[in-house]
């Protein structure tokens, strides 16, 4: 059974930093990428960060470039992201989702398996 749980989420003021993490299970983590997206009331899901679980490459949309980011520790078959300098517009719920590494990338419509989601809210 594949299973991703994200953590982390809360509620922080405009400047201020949160750390995420998704445990996954039910998979051979190094076969995967993973990604984080988000979703705002009333908009689509976007794709914020990706990382190659077997080369560790990464990937970042540009709104998060330089503020977030991505990490994994194949240990324990967890991913991280870090972000920092949030700012209202990165009030959402946040998703990881696995999909196999072929096709890492951004675009939510690739990935096979997701999270529930945690909220981060941030204030001005």
């Known amino acids: 059974e594949v299973q991703l749980v994200e953590s982390g989420g809360g509620s922080v003021r405009a400047g201020g930093s949160l750390r995420l993490s998704c445990a996954t299970s039910g998979f051979t983590f190094d076969d995967y990428a993973i990604g984080w997206f988000r979703q705002a009331p009333g908009k689509e899901r976007e794709g914020v960060s990706c990382?190659?679980?077997?080369?560790?490459?990464?990937y970042y949309a540009d709104s998060v470039k330089g503020r977030f980011s991505i990490s994994s520790d194949n240990a324990k078959n967890t991913v991280y992201l870090e972000m920092n300098n949030l700012k209202p517009e990165d009030t959402a719920i946040y998703y990881c989702?696995?999909?196999?590494?072929?096709?890492?990338?951004?675009?939510?419509?690739?990935?096979?398996?997701w999270g529930l989601g945690t909220q981060v809210t941030v204030s001005s």
């Open positions: 990382i190659d679980s077997s080369d560790g490459r990464t």
């Open positions: 989702a696995a999909v196999p590494r072929i096709v890492a990338g951004l675009l939510p419509a690739l990935y096979h398996h």
